[in-house]
């Protein structure tokens, strides 16, 4: 390991710190505090990383990367920031940076985010994307489209993916750690993949790769793990998004513990149909999975609907809402706004397992012996609306977007993952 490491900061510690541990690590590093000397010291020595301070002295540090990019359109560069926005990195991003770091770093994100970059050099063999008017390469040797199903059927709509490469920051919800994930768009006929940072593990969006059920859907591939991955997939499955990388660091982010954020950071990029018809699942008989007590069925049906009957002490409640995915917007203004939800009652538990460390006042709702504590409530029954939630996002661990009716009675992650398994143990898969 010998790579060179370019750093731009205007504070002398932070030079001197970064460097300390860029070499530690076997690296070559060089510094400089201005814009403009940056510049000229990528033309000499074309490092193989630059580590890039959003505020510089002569010169912003957004128009030092967007030079960096003109010298080099493969420039691998990871922004930094002590007072941020989640606009600035979503900018930095877009315009092509590799990653983007909050101050104090992190030792090992740190490092993380210099071995992705230079993994991202190294991916000659990935996948091409047009990305913004340039080809950028993805970091990804193996993307393999989702099996083909008997069940399969080509839909009047197309295949569809993002417009571009974005960002999106936030708290995991149980690990508790501040996460984020990097959306970028594949080709037709590639699917939604996960990839782990660091580690670059490839993980498909298949319920053959959930590991987990416990309060969340976890995958799982090579040893390594991404959390609650449903209220995410919700929002792919209702917009009809067919093929995504999603890279991510252990979870995808809570937000507000809804998917409604996720709903219009897709609508803020944009969403591109590809020019390629989209496959759907169509429900060929009647599955169910249950124990008499709670059930979960799925049968034939044109359309993606979900009925669901919920039943818990006061102060929820029995609650039932039949919802069909007719499209998009009636998704995001019934069913994503609802949030995940908690009860006093099980915090003990949740954290003796390790789960619910990221769960603050403003990303959940906290349930007590007679009422609500935390927040009001964005719908009387929101409680059954983020059930079908989750359903619609498991259910697109099948691989493809679903048509069939579904009536589910007291059920949760595991019935889902249960019956998209016992329908392919019926297909032989």
């Known amino acids: 390991m010998n790579e060179l490491i370019l750093i731009v900061d205007d504070e002398p510690s932070i030079l001197t710190a970064l460097s300390d ?108 994307v047009l990305e913004e008017g340039r080809e950028r390469v993805v970091p990804v040797r193996d993307v393999i489209a989702p099996p083909r199903l008997p069940l399969l059927r080509d839909s009047s709509e197309p295949q569809r993916t993002i417009r571009t490469s974005s960002v999106i920051y936030g708290l995991g919800l149980h690990s508790g750690g501040r996460t984020g994930m990097a959306l970028q ?96 699942i169509a429900i060929d008989r009647r599955y169910e999975v249950g124990d008499g007590t709670k059930s979960l069925v799925i049968e034939p049906a044109d359309q993606l609907s979900v009925s669901y009957l919920l039943r818990y002490p006061p102060p929820i409640g029995e609650q039932f809402y039949d919802f069909v995915l007719s499209s998009p917007e009636a998704y995001r203004d019934e069913i994503a706004p609802a949030r995940t939800f908690g009860f006093m009652r099980d915090i003990t538990m949740m954290n003796e397992l390790g789960l619910g460390s990221g769960g603050r006042l403003d990303n959940f709702i906290l349930v007590g012996e007679d009422d609500v504590i935390n927040t009001e409530l964005r719908f009387p029954d929101e409680f059954v609306r983020h059930k079908i939630l989750d359903i619609i996002g498991d259910l697109y661990l099948l691989g493809y977007r679903v048509r069939g009716k579904i009536t589910a009675r007291l059920t949760g992650h595991r019935d889902n993952i249960a019956l998209q398994r016992k329908i392919l143990e019926s297909l032989g898969l």
């Open 21 to 128: 541990i860029l070499q530690d690590e076997g690296f070559r590093t060089i510094t400089t505090t201005r814009g403009e000397e940056a510049l000229e010291i990528y033309r000499t020595e074309r490092p193989d990383v630059v580590f890039l301070d959003i505020w510089l002295p002569d010169r912003d540090g957004l128009e030092t990367l967007e030079a960096l990019l003109g010298i080099d359109p493969e420039a691998a560069v990871i922004m930094m920031s002590g007072h941020g926005t989640s606009t600035t990195a979503v900018k930095s991003i877009k315009m092509g940076a590799q990653d983007y770091l909050e101050k104090p770093l992190s030792y090992d994100l740190t490092i993380d985010a210099v071995q992705s970059a230079l993994r991202g050099r190294e991916a000659a063999n990935g996948t091409a």
């Open 185 to 280: 768009p594949l080709p037709p006929d590639s699917g939604i993949h996960f990839l782990t940072l660091p580690g670059s593990t490839l993980i498909p969006a298949h319920v053959h790769a959930v590991a987990e059920t416990d309060y969340a859907t976890t995958v799982t591939a090579g040893g390594e793990s991404i959390r609650t991955v449903e209220h995410l997939l919700s929002v792919l499955h209702a917009y009809g998004i067919s093929n995504l990388l999603v890279k991510v660091h252990r979870e995808i982010p809570v937000l507000d513990g809804s998917a409604v954020e996720f709903c219009r950071h897709l609508e803020e990029v944009g969403i591109v149909d590809q020019d390629a018809p989209r496959r759907e």
